[in-house]
């Protein structure tokens, strides 16, 4: 979320007596940018109002001026105060924690951390006020003063946070021109130029930045001229009049194409030299999710600045958002023949557009309230995703969103944390990616429980705040604090918290939402539910059950359960506020013993179910919360012919995805014959057709039936000549759906299994017939992704029946083992010569060779992994290894935790050592569930400690929590849970 920090106000008593507050008016940034020596030379003026307060009296002399300056990054050369030159003294920032007593584990270190960072918010530059500078009372507001103008010369030398300059040795490929780009992130800005860097203190901007006459400056804001220099330089100068904090004020300089939008003026793309083609192609579809998001929110006007500027940079992080401007990332641009992606690039480019809309509109009053500006932008990238890919794959996208969130939330912080927790909550904590990912599923679930209008009434409200009292309704007023009202000649943007948000919510949609507070922001966690059902057939009652799981968290709330009869669809409301709880419905169907019979479906459509499977059950399936209103993983009790009707019948996406993956429970010869028939269905979505495929691989041979020539059959229909013969057609992307049924096929076909338990000898000869005649000629797409995927399928293809089986290997699979090996080398080779795009063979290569070594099928070559993690290697490539590393951590634990913990103290890339630490994080604590005492090693712990407490990190908070949560990983800490959660006697309650 840009960088949003946990802030305080300076406090007035003590040492800190003689800092005086003020209000930011405007500040002007004047910087010349070398790329050959990485230096910045600058200057900047503040122009700020300072406020001792009403009926107070201004005392000459004995007022500093705290600014935000990163002592490391900034050297400060002089400053003057209304011209008058003025001391000053930069407090070194406290980045060393190692005397923190390791016997209280992370908690002791987190309060400290927090300390730290509150007191470098308060200010690290602090400015005395000359004698020849008395503060003047302002004629008409009390307790303000007249306003003084703080101008600062500084110089910036090979920062290392906060910006970045990225050089022709960067391992994306050895042309890419030198450029720089501003990083974002928390406490980005005080490392690159002195500032006010606090979220509140919002104010314009002009901004003028001075490079080689050979290059491109863009910045925040609109472009008002562009001047050549005297010795040859070109200044370009930007103007921002909407109030902006210093964290959103970014820029990037390099020799850049532009190419502004075909179809919206003021946007304007941006990359290097080379990839225009490339760029045109991906943001093609930028105006779409400008138009969605605009209507989403019922604004009538475009985007919130003049203008909006995508820069594409050698960064690994997708995106960064600054005031109207989007640093995103070189590795998201591909051409016209790429579809794999596509998906991606738009997800990154609806969230561009979110966050100009939403993040630098809305102020959040603390780091708790963050999950508001990470939920509307969620909102809005899946309304993007609703009005373009269509709304089967917003469904399907919003649904495995849900199931990774839950997934995830193990011990985690809730998004709105209580006090005794966010006392150690981290700022990076805050604006994570697990809690912006479960901001917007919990923002969507909010969407469905009081109307997609209604949410977008709430924040069409709080993103017009900032436009003025008199545009404020009397509801958007109400909402606003006395504080906010009384000063509001100083607030000229909108800060919102959450209970003004909930209250703001309640008032627009007249409903209770305390509940589901209390559920999904104020608690971490989700719901564990089991669904059951009986049918009465003497009373015709429907008897459902829904139980919560002893060991899981227990949330209180109704819920919704989807019923559906042979005649309508019911949806029925049960309370939950204990173990259990049960409802008793009555059923009772018209013409039950017709054998045909049409019933209405959820969304209204009449269909025809074939009954003569049915026992006289008038219950056709049994949905707990169809809609999604709750965080919640469900496991359903229901018949196979349930399943059945549900797969073949419900209109959901979900559902029928959820059917499907049942299915394979039930390995009927009826249940395969649905499934086959459905994965053959053009009318059927294919996400839906390739569940359903999966469940034919993965259970069909316990049916008597042989899967893999189920799934030859079909792909041999589909993609090989119609004339008999046995050779595959030239590969065409033109028809998209397909592309994706030819990719995943061959993944499944290596997941069936024979009688002794080995992926059959026909399915291994398929695969390596499809490698070796794959025809890629004649086709406008490339198939590089498509190629991967039959690689890691023939891997997966030679797995052994059992443990041991690797030795006592058949002469036949021996030989395929050889043939499958040869290809893989062959392609490995084949990619460094010809490289494909960010080496997705290279890539497909080592995790294919990983699965063979996993086996036992290859003696394992941890130096092979080690080699191509290291910094010579694309960044997609060194993740892939790093990952499989960590793979094999059991294997070699101390010369792999030894290799990895050098990468994370020396690399060069940041983003490596973040994506090693995470890794890391993963890998033991899925290891503590087998080896307590290999995850739990004193030996890791104290390596671990030294990464979070020492000043190896520097000012990189985000790296710091990472080898934080590294610790816990290794000695996990467990998060404080209420008492109301710890009620496990309570009685079942029945609703009729």
């Not at 406290?94 to 308060?122: G, M, N, Q, W």
């Not at 050549?228 to 300089?253: C, E, N, Q, W």
């Not at 490995?828 to 890539?843: A, M, N, W």
Request: glycine share 4%; net charge neutral.
């Amino acid at each position: 979320t840009s960088g949003l920090i946990k802030w305080t106000r300076v406090g007035l008593q003590g040492t800190m007596s003689t800092l005086i507050r003020f209000k930011l008016l405007q500040q002007v940034l004047n910087v010349a940018i070398d790329l050959e020596t990485k230096t910045l030379q600058g200057e900047t003026a503040l122009t700020i109002a300072p406020i001792v307060g009403e009926g107070k009296r201004p005392e000459f002399n004995k007022y500093k001026i705290a600014l935000n300056a990163r002592r490391t990054n900034i050297v400060i050369k002089e400053i003057y105060i209304n011209n008058q030159i003025a001391a000053f003294s930069v407090a070194a920032p406290v980045d060393d924690f190692s005397s923190c007593p390791r016997e209280k584990h992370t908690e002791e270190l987190r309060r400290r951390i927090c300390e730290s960072i509150e007191r470098a918010d308060a200010g690290e530059l602090l400015i005395e006020l000359p004698l020849t500078v008395p503060l003047v009372p302002h004629a008409d507001l009390a307790g303000v003063m007249q306003e003084l103008t703080v101008r600062i010369l500084f110089s910036v030398t090979n920062p290392d946070y906060g910006i970045c300059f990225a050089d022709s040795h960067t391992p994306l490929t050895d042309s890419r021109p030198p450029h720089c780009f501003t990083t974002g992130g928390i406490g980005a800005a005080r490392a690159w130029f002195p500032c006010a860097d606090v979220p509140h203190q919002r104010a314009p901007w002009a901004l003028a930045i001075t490079v080689r006459a050979d290059l491109v400056a863009v910045g925040s804001g609109k472009l008002e001229e562009q001047t050549v220099l005297p010795d040859g330089r070109r200044m370009f100068r930007y103007s921002l009049d909407k109030p902006t904090a210093a964290m959103h004020i970014g820029l990037a300089v390099g020799p850049f194409v532009a190419w502004p939008d075909n179809l919206i003026s003021y946007v304007t793309h941006f990359c290097l030299p080379g990839l225009l083609a490339h760029l045109q192609h991906s943001t093609q579809s930028y105006n779409k999710f400008v138009r969605v998001c605009l209507d989403a929110l019922r604004l009538e006007t475009n985007l919130p600045f003049s203008s909006h500027y995508l820069a594409f940079v050698d960064n690994r992080e997708p995106l960064v958002s600054f005031s109207s401007l989007s640093i995103m990332s070189l590795s998201l641009l591909h051409s016209a023949r790429m579809i794999d992606p596509t998906i991606e690039m738009r997800l990154q480019l609806s969230r561009a557009v979110a966050m100009q809309l939403v993040t630098h509109q809305i102020c959040p009053r603390g780091g708790e309230d963050v999950w508001i500006i990470d939920g509307a932008v969620g909102f809005l990238v899946c309304e993007c995703m609703r009005r373009t890919l269509g709304e089967n794959e917003a469904r399907y996208w919003a649904d495995k969103e849900m199931s990774e969130v839950c997934q995830l939330d193990d011990n985690q912080f809730p998004l709105f944390p209580k006090h005794s927790q966010a006392i150690q909550c981290l700022p990076y904590e805050y604006g994570s990616v697990f809690a912006a990912r479960k901001a917007g599923v919990v923002m969507r679930m909010l969407e469905r429980e009081i109307g997609r209008d209604f949410l977008s009434d709430v924040l069409n409200k709080l993103v017009l705040l900032p436009l003025g009292p008199e545009n404020f309704s009397d509801v958007t007023w109400a909402v606003l604090s006395a504080d906010q009202r009384s000063q509001y000649a100083f607030i000229d943007y909108a800060i919102v918290n959450t209970t003004q948000f909930f209250a703001l919510v309640a008032h627009v949609s007249h409903q209770d939402l305390d509940t589901f507070r209390k559920n999904w922001i104020d608690r971490s966690g989700y719901a564990h539910l089991r669904l059951s059902y009986t049918f009465n057939g003497d009373r015709n009652s429907l008897t459902i059950r829904i139980e919560q799981e002893a060991s899981a968290p227990r949330f209180t709330g109704n819920i919704k359960v989807g019923v559906q009869d042979i005649d309508v669809f019911h949806l029925i409301t049960m309370r939950l506020d204990g173990p259990a709880s049960e409802y008793i419905m009555d059923i009772t169907p018209r013409n039950k013993k017709v054998r045909k019979k049409k019933f209405t479906a959820e969304n209204g459509d009449t269909l025809t179910a074939d009954l003569s499977k049915s026992d006289g059950d008038p219950v056709l399936w049994v949905r707990v919360d169809p809609e999604h209103t709750w965080l919640r993983k469900v496991r359903t009790s229901q018949p196979p012919l349930g399943w059945e009707y549900q797969a073949e019948h419900e209109r959901d996406v979900s559902a029928q995805v959820e059917a499907t993956t049942q299915l394979a429970m039930f390995p009927k010869p009826a249940v395969v014959a649905l499934l086959l028939k459905m994965a053959e269905s053009e009318s059927v979505y294919y996400r839906v057709r390739l569940e359903a495929l999966h469940s034919i691989a993965m259970r069909g041979s316990a049916a008597a039936l042989k899967p893999e020539e189920t799934l030859m059959k079909l792909f041999r229909k589909m993609f090989f000549m119609t004339n008999g013969s046995n050779m595959v057609r030239s590969n065409d992307g033109s028809l998209l759906l397909d592309y994706y049924m030819q990719k995943a096929i061959p993944g499944y076909l290596a997941e069936t299994i024979d009688e002794s338990g080995w992926c059959p000898d026909s399915a291994v000869a398929f695969l390596l017939h499809l490698l070796t005649f794959n025809d890629n000629s004649d086709n406008k797409c490339d198939d590089t992704y498509y190629i991967a995927a039959l690689l890691k399928a023939l891997s997966e293809a030679m797995r052994p029946a059992h443990d041991s089986a690797g030795d006592l290997m058949p002469p036949v699979r021996r030989h395929y083992l050889t043939q499958v090996f040869d290809a893989i080398i062959l392609h490995l080779g084949r990619d460094k010569l010809i490289p494909s795009r960010h080496f997705v063979l290279t890539s497909a290569c080592l995790e294919s060779l990983a699965v063979l070594w996993r086996y036992r099928l290859l003696p394992l070559q941890l130096e092979v992994l080690e080699a191509h993690a290291s910094e010579r290697n694309f960044p997609n490539v060194r993740e892939t290894a790093i990952s499989l590393l960590c793979s094999f951590f059991t294997q070699d634990h101390n010369r792999i935790w030894r290799f990895l913990l050098t990468l994370v103290r020396e690399d060069s890339d940041r983003s490596v050592r973040l994506f090693t630490l995470m890794r890391l994080t993963t890998c033991l604590t899925h290891i503590r569930h087998r080896d307590k005492a290999l995850a739990g090693s004193d030996a890791f712990l104290a390596d671990a400690w030294v990464l979070a407490a020492s000043s190896i990190f520097g000012c990189d908070g985000g790296l710091r929590t990472a080898a934080i949560h590294l610790c816990e990983a290794i000695r996990p800490v467990s998060r404080a849970v209420s008492k109301d959660i710890m009620k496990f006697s309570l009685p079942i309650k029945k609703t009729v």
